[in-house]
């Protein structure tokens, strides 16, 4: 049986998810502007996202309930904490380097603007999730 719409909500690893469409929209971003600025923005654009991507999934790996040791929350939110700092990272780097190529190869104004929203959009979404499965694990934790 189907769940109607309206009682529908967000999976508790949307966060995931978000994560692997961003970073393979940032790498389509990547591989089609010329290789000027590649090797030192581009690259570092792409593994700080696959970083972020590596810590969320570690993070989901520690399962929270009443029964949590502090030592397993205690890296589930440092993992969560790490993922967060990749991704706040991540927006300001996508910024100078879409910038960069635009001055350099002539882009359309529109496609940087549009690009730039959508990174921009993805990340605050993204960094919105996290911080909600944050604030859940410490209700979660502090429950017992």
């Known amino acids: ?6 009682e529908r909500t967000l999976s ?16 389509q971003i990547v591989m089609n502007k010329p290789t000027k600025y590649r090797p030192t923005y581009g690259d570092k654009l792409i593994n700080m ?11 989901n790996l520690i399962y929270m309930d009443k029964k949590t040791s502090e030592n397993d ?19 300001t780097i996508a910024d100078i380097f879409l910038a960069l190529n635009y001055n350099t190869d002539g882009g359309s104004r529109e496609t ?9 959009s993805q990340t605050k979404f993204i960094h919105d999730l996290v ?4 604030d859940s694990d410490t209700k979660l934790f502090r429950s017992e």
């Open 49 to 59: 996202g696959l970083d972020a991507m590596r810590y969320g999934q570690a993070a």
């Open 131 to 134: 911080k909600g499965v944050m």
């Open 73 to 91: 929350y205690s890296l589930r939110r440092k993992y969560l904490q790490a993922m967060l700092a990749n991704i706040d990272g991540l927006s």
């Open 1 to 6: 049986m189907s769940v109607p719409t309206w």
């Open 112 to 120: 940087l603007e549009k690009n730039q929203q959508y990174i921009g």
């Open 12 to 27: 508790k690893t949307q966060y995931l998810y978000e994560t692997y469409r961003l970073n393979v929209r940032i790498g």
